[in-house]
């Protein structure tokens, strides 16, 4: 039995180090840049991710906030967050966009990309 499961052990160290040797490619988020909005006028726009080995699971705003009235809406399948609402304060808002994908310890991938959102 001690040999099983030592046996088990190898094996699981062995499968999970040759997934973190394999070379990781980056995350892409589109779009580049996220269009105006405007106050109390409603808005809508999708960040997609790819380049993905493996679906995403989690789609999350990191270092910063959207403007008040918005927020991010992630689809169930695939790799689409949507960011909508009203927002009601006009400024300039700094964010980031995160995605990770399953099997995060083993491929690596994650990511992120900066956005500024300009509401007038």
Known sequence: ?????????LLLLALTTLGCGDEVSSLEFSPAQL??????????VTIAVSGNKTPV??????????????????????????????PTTAGTYRFAASASCLGTN????SGQRSYELVVK
């Open 1 to 9: 039995m001690r040999r099983a499961l030592a046996l088990s052990a």
């Open 57 to 86: 699971f989690q789609m999350t705003i990191a270092d910063g906030a959207l403007p008040d009235g918005l927020a991010l809406h992630v689809a169930q399948r695939g790799g689409t967050a949507e960011i909508r609402g009203v």
């Open 106 to 109: 083993t491929t690596g991938q």
């Open 35 to 44: 269009p105006s909005g405007r106050v109390e006028k409603p808005c809508a």
